[in-house]
């Protein structure tokens, strides 16, 4: 089955940097990355995906780029604020409906005003 | 707005007991989903449902079990709790051609 890699763990950014996240998937099938931000006790939720006809998708100061030969997707996220210190996990699936995402370990994005 | 709910937000059970969480969306979505969420691991699948009766395993479906009765509501079912079993249990929600989740609350069980 698909394997998610997420690197770092555990990312700590001054207020204002940019900050990127990496992650590697297994499964040369797959074609939909979404990445999901879970704050503090509350749940998972999606703020950017993309799928595998696009390189790169953006959204005001966050970004995702897509490498599907090297298989490989990136979060990029530009000045950063603290209200961005989170968990952020990617995932991957075979985006038909029937199969289920596999998840990254996350990464805690801490932001230092 | 998509709206997943789940039946508790904290419980504790003791060991050997049957255990019961409870989701319920109301957007019509056709995929559910359970995760177990614990430190370190990211988000791991147990079981997840593409319609009502039907069920697949995911990736640690052991000592879990699930139901769809009905297309808005999926359970999932600890036989008999154990304490290994502790954890956040995250609930989700899909249309029918994938794409993004929409996550429950969660639930987070103790077994003592």
């Known amino acids: 089955g698909e394997n998610v890699e997420q690197h770092p763990s555990t990312l700590s950014v001054q207020e204002g940097d940019s900050a990127v996240i990496k992650c590697t998937y297994s499964?040369?099938?797959?074609?939909?990355f979404p990445w999901y931000k879970q704050e503090l006790g509350k749940r998972p939720q999606l703020i950017i995906d993309?799928?595998?006809?696009?390189g790169e998708k953006k959204d005001q100061r966050i970004a995702v780029t897509l490498n599907k030969t090297a298989k490989h997707f990136s979060l990029h996220i530009t000045e950063t604020q603290p209200e961005d210190s989170a968990v952020y996990f990617c995932?991957?699936?075979?985006?038909?409906?029937?199969?289920?995402?596999?998840f990254g370990s996350g990464t805690r994005l801490q932001v230092q005003p | 707005d998509v709206k997943v709910t789940q039946s508790s937000r904290y419980l504790v059970k003791r060991t050997g007991e049957k255990v019961f969480l409870e989701c319920v969306q109301d957007?019509?979505?056709?995929?559910m989903f359970w995760y177990r969420q614990d430190p370190g691991l990211g988000l791991r699948l147990i079981y997840f449902?593409?319609?009502?009766?039907?069920?697949e395993k995911g990736d640690i479906p052991e000592g879990y079990s699930v139901s769809r009765e009905k297309k808005e509501r999926f359970s999932l079912i600890l036989e008999s709790a154990s304490t290994n079993q502790t954890s956040m249990y995250l609930c989700?929600?899909?249309?029918?051609?994938?794409?993004?989740?929409?996550f429950g609350p969660g639930t987070r069980l103790t077994v003592l």
């Open positions: 499964d040369s099938a797959s074609n939909y």
């Open positions: 993309i799928r595998s006809n696009v």
């Open positions: 989700a929600s899909s249309r029918p051609r994938g794409g993004g989740q929409f």
């Open positions: 449902s593409y319609d009502v009766k039907m069920k």
């Open positions: 995932a991957a699936s075979i985006g038909t409906g029937r199969r289920a995402l596999t």
């Open positions: 957007m019509d979505h056709e995929n």
